[in-house]
């Protein structure tokens, strides 16, 4: 052949296959936190789209695929990028319920739009936002040819950077009410084609913690993380009634936000409202009806009674002692569940699951709804009830009606136990119709939030958490390891609910599981300082009066509010301690935990306003022979300049009332 030709033909192949790569893979787009800390990277390689994310410098997820997995075919398939949109804006809100009452976080967005090369040609927008605390991004799906999405699966991986430390939950199956033990392994010791829920936390070296979960989940399936031979993976919930897809929708679509929450050190995760920020805003026209606060909750209790109690039951005179009880202690809401192992309401069926002729219209014989609202308004109580969730929704409208007619403030809706697209609809049209009639909802039995308190603040706290309720049964107990756990992982998403407030603290060789007048492990200290180291704008007060009256320490559970103003974390080390500062009004109020071993905790108070401060301080009674029950309450003057040294038995706790003189 001859020598030129050669060349040339040579030449020809050599910009034939640079075309084709650079047909196939295009410069990387970046976005960056407004503090510039957070690096997103989008590229597009051999028509595949992924990321990557860097904090500081510090790679977090290397390259990363996106994929969505139609009926038919996927992205994998190949995109190319047609455009792309920058934005900068800023959240500002008021929040009702979570860590803070007032919102403005910055934040800088970019539009993907990406375009399939092959047919049907599908447009998707790839819609990213970061913050200074994180990065979410989500699938935007306009309405083109067709009128709606089918998908199969969504399979966003998340290539973790090196063998970071993590906690994850690994639940069963998709049918879960979300609740275990997490979890304490590195990333690549984690059990390999597990279904692992969200939030899942993960600590770099360096102290940088990411969290792993989603936001405004709403008409789509939730999401969970798998851990593949090549990294995590997520996986979406199946639809029950169809098998084959997670999601059918109308167009046009789009996806819950996959969140990224990144930070120097855990604490400011339990500060950011950036699951808030990214939820949709408030739906609800008027909340003037709306008022967080306590509750009791006398099933975790046993329905404990006064000796002195004419026939306790499911009837008006049981309800009458703890409405009583609630008056006298300021508690805003009494709970109306059950008696004897029996729903308050006609039911036929076995252990709280709903029977053939389950009718939530109608009290059981001898105890009248309206009568029990009347007493408890005359009081200045509000009452709720616990109702099954198959009970509830089949006659939805009607019950809300009544419940109104009756006077009821809420419910707690339990056994939900999924976060299918089906189950998610559901839980919102039952936030929407409560707000119409001016009821708020506990859930339970579910999934973790996704910031819709924002969206639909008559959602007042989610439960998906093994919390004190498993000391009626559980024979090794709910220890305070699994507290810290807790907190730094599903309180990241947002409010946590616990049955909170047994008085019955023994250590680990004196517990047994008894289902009425529960035990608790860890100290009544530990106790008191979960009212502030949770977020719930309806936290139980779960013990029964006798067990409370008189008692050191109530008079903390009386006076502390559910809702805040303004959250910081004092300090946070996982699987060793946790101090959480939170200001409602003038009031400061913190709270300490440490897990199953005692040390001491150094805590400073510079987060204060200038100014001396009162602050009234609950510990635990180191004393010998010790009582976990045991609490020394002192006063003391403190301020900016202050610091305090506390030692915290195994299992340990302090609280802290800080006022103004």
């Known amino acids: 052949m001859n020598q030129d030709l050669k060349y040339f033909l040579i030449n020809v192949a050599l910009l034939f296959i640079s075309i084709h790569c ?34 500081q410098g510090h790679p977090l997820i290397n390259f990363s695929e996106i994929n969505l997995v139609f009926a038919a075919d996927s992205l994998a398939r190949g995109v190319r990028l047609e455009k792309s949109e920058r934005l900068d804006s800023a959240e500002k809100y008021k929040l009702m319920t979570g860590r803070s ?43 083109e040819k067709e009128d709606s999405v089918f998908i199969v699966q969504e399979k966003t991986r998340f290539q973790i950077a090196g063998n970071p430390a993590v906690h994850a939950l690994v639940l069963p199956d998709y049918y879960s009410s979300h609740e275990g033990n997490y979890l304490r392994r590195h990333l690549l010791e984690l059990p390999e084609d597990s279904l692992m829920d969200m939030p899942m936390l993960i600590a770099f070296p360096d102290s940088i913690y990411l969290a792993i979960t989603e936001a405004a989940l709403l008409d789509y399936a939730g999401m969970y993380l798998v851990k593949t031979g090549s990294g995590l993976v997520s ?82 005179v049981t309800q009458q002692y703890y409405i009583d009880f609630c008056a006298r202690s300021k508690i805003e809401y009494h709970s109306v569940v059950e008696y004897g192992l029996h729903q308050w309401y006609q039911d036929d069926g076995i252990s709280f699951m709903p029977g053939p002729n389950s009718n939530v219209l109608k009290p059981v014989p001898g105890l009248d709804m309206k009568q029990v609202c009347d007493y408890a308004h005359s009081k200045g109580v509000g009452v709720r009830v616990w109702v099954h969730w198959k009970a509830l929704y089949p006659k939805l409208d009607s019950a809300f009606t009544l419940f109104e007619k009756w006077g009821l403030s809420g419910l707690m809706v339990d056994f939900l136990d999924r976060d299918d697209q089906e189950m998610v609809n559901i839980q919102t049209e039952i936030l929407e119709k409560a707000a119409a009639h001016h009821l708020h909802i506990q859930f339970h039995g579910a999934y973790k939030p996704t910031g819709l308190s924002r969206t639909y603040p008559n959602e007042f706290t989610r439960e998906g958490t093994l919390n004190y309720e498993h000391d009626k049964w559980n024979p090794k107990g709910v220890s305070p390891d699994h507290d810290l756990d807790i907190a730094f992982t599903r309180l990241v998403a947002g409010s946590t609910d616990y049955h909170l407030g047994g008085f019955r603290a023994v250590t680990e060789d004196h517990f047994r599981a008894q289902y009425t007048r529960p035990l608790v492990l860890g100290t009544r200290s530990h106790m008191l300082a979960m009212y502030v180291i949770l977020e719930n704008a309806n936290a139980m007060v779960c013990d029964y009066p006798e067990a409370y009256e008189n008692q050191a320490g109530f008079d903390f559970i009386e006076k502390v509010p559910t809702t805040w103003d303004q959250t910081k974390v004092l300090s946070a080390l996982p699987d060793q301690s946790l101090v959480i500062a939170r200001k409602k009004n003038e009031t400061w109020w913190v709270g300490g935990i440490t897990g199953n071993k005692s040390g001491m905790l150094k805590i400073d108070f510079r987060f204060l306003e200038k100014g001396e401060w009162r602050a009234e301080l609950y510990q635990d009674d180191l004393r010998s022979p010790f009582n976990p029950n045991g609490i020394l309450i002192r006063s003391l003057q403190v301020n900016v300049l202050s610091d305090l040294e506390i030692p915290m038995a195994s299992g340990g706790g302090f609280a802290i009332r800080l006022e103004k003189p």
């Open 235 to 316: 996986n979406l919930s199946p639809r029950p009634s169809d098998h084959r897809y997670a999601v059918i929708a109308r167009l046009p679509h789009e996806s819950p936000w996959r969140v990224l929450l990144i930070s120097k050190g855990p604490g400011r995760l339990l500060e950011t409202n950036l699951i808030t920020d990214l939820a949709p805003p408030c739906r609800v026209k008027d909340l003037s009806w709306l008022r967080p606060g306590k509750t009791s909750f006398p099933w975790w209790n046993g329905n404990v009674t006064a000796d002195t109690l004419n026939a306790p039951g499911n009837n008006f």
């Open 22 to 55: 650079f047909a196939f893979k295009t410069p990387p787009v970046r976005l960056q936190s407004p503090d510039s800390k957070i690096l997103y990277e989008f590229e597009i390689i051999d028509g595949k789209p992924g990321y990557r994310v860097s904090y």
């Open 101 to 143: 009452g007032s919102v403005s976080d910055s934040f800088r967005q970019l539009n993907l739009f990406l375009k399939e090369t092959k047919t049907p040609g599908r447009l998707i927008v790839l819609q990213v936002r970061a913050f200074d605390d994180g990065l979410a991004f989500r699938y935007l799906f306009p309405k």
